[in-house]
């Protein structure tokens, strides 16, 4: 059984920087990917970022590009989420998702596994 614990939001002012980690277990294969998804209120959840465990595949948001990398520690089976330069806009409850497979699907109903997610708030 696949199980995700995130870790590492909190209370950020625009422009700052956050690193979100999510913890998994159960995984029995490399073919493997971990998506970041969020969820402010009022709005459906959307796609961040993703990575395959496999590999060096990795996909964004457009609205992450270029602010957010996303990467693994295979050692740790944890993936993170680097944020810089962060705006009230990126305030969400942060969400860690896996499937098995190798493609990076941004549709959050392709992943079977979720966390229970981390708050992140960007002040003003």
């Known amino acids: 059984q696949v199980q995700l614990v995130e870790s590492g939001g909190g209370l950020v002012q625009a422009g700052g920087s956050l690193r979100l980690s999510c913890a998994t277990s159960?995984?029995?294969?490399?073919?493997?990917?971990v998506g970041w998804f969020r969820q402010a209120p009022g709005k459906e959840r959307e796609f961040v970022a993703a990575i395959w465990w496999g590999g060096a595949s990795t996909q964004y948001a457009d609205s992450v590009k270029g602010r957010s990398t996303i990467s693994r520690d295979n050692a740790k089976n944890t993936v993170y989420l680097q944020m810089n330069s962060l705006k009230p806009e990126d305030t969400a409850v942060y969400y860690c998702?896996?499937?098995?497979?190798?493609?990076?699907?941004?549709?959050?109903?392709?992943?079977?596994?979720w966390g229970q997610g981390t708050q992140v708030t960007v002040s003003s």
């Open positions: 159960g995984r029995t294969t490399n073919s493997f990917v």
């Open positions: 998702a896996a499937r098995t497979g190798v493609a990076l699907h941004n549709e959050s109903y392709k992943y079977p596994y």
